[in-house]
């Protein structure tokens, strides 16, 4: 997979192979977060071992890289707010992972997102190629919204996107857990919570939610004040593809400088994430640049050798050509 368009530090990246799987978005749980996990995060004891998985970063997560055969994971903390001090700890962390397999491995920083000028220091301290710190993430991976359901289309975050702009590094914007007022708009008596919260989470809510963020940036003017603004989501593009032409005709009378399909082309990139299934696809190649897709394991949640299942269906099916191929990969 080429990620010369997307990640500024391409040439850190030093691939086993001649043609290189590098995966984006997979999982880390850094040491003490689980102190300040939310607690719908119990959510994910239904995958076998999850917890014990998500902190290492040693031969466990290697050798799953190794049976789906990915070069490199990209990697990312999971889901939940946390502090300056917490964001630098976690950063600090996988910066000594990758110093210890820098074949294997690159970094996601993570941002204190409701502080946006720590959240944009934070991001040059992790990015910046100014000094020879060791650091040097490839960009940043953020949850959707803040746990008290704060987005990041309000001025007060355009410190963060001019800095990003200025490292030209994209931002990954994730999905995460339904703010408690939303959780209680869609709270039914007639199901179980823990229904309820799948259905507002991965079962379909916070995809949509991102799709709705998304949008929300777009209609504040952030891709005008930012041209060159980089921003990937993932999950086949979080509803969007599927949506496209509506969400185009109806962002049309909203007096932007760009049109949301100009965005959609140059400033957003579109990942798998753990998606195995070839239909939605179909429709993002028929709408989609082919060399804004990329792929994602989303380790552990997915193992690697599922991803690895899907690619060899994909170039069975014959819905894209070898070079396409490559270039997702």
Known sequence: MSLSTVVA???????VTTKPIITLEEHFLSRGAEAHLDPRNENFKAIPGI???L????PRRITDMDAGQVTMQVISHTLGDLSPAECREYNNQLAEAVR??????????????YEPQEAAKELHRTCSREKDDGMKFVSALVDSHTKSGLYYDDPEFDVLWKEATN??????????WASEQVFTAYKSPHLPENVTTSILAFGFGWHSDVAVHIMR????????RFPKLKIIIGHMGEMIPYMLQRIQQVSSQWGKERSFREVWDTNLWLATSGNWALDPLACILRNTKHDRIMYIVDYPFA???????????LEESVMVSKEELEGIR
């Not at 193992?303 to 269906?313: R, T």
């Open 9 to 15: 530090a391409y040439s850190l990246i030093r691939p």
């Open 51 to 53: 917890f014990e998985l």
């Open 55 to 58: 902190p290492e970063l040693g």
């Open 100 to 113: 210890f397999h820098p074949d294997r491995f690159a970094g996601f920083a993570d941002l204190p997102m």
């Open 167 to 176: 490292l030209d590094v994209p931002i990954y914007i994730h999905p995460t």
């Open 217 to 224: 940036l777009y209609a504040a003017g952030v891709f005008d």
């Open 303 to 313: 193992k690697s050798l599922y991803g690895l299942k899907w690619l060899e269906e």
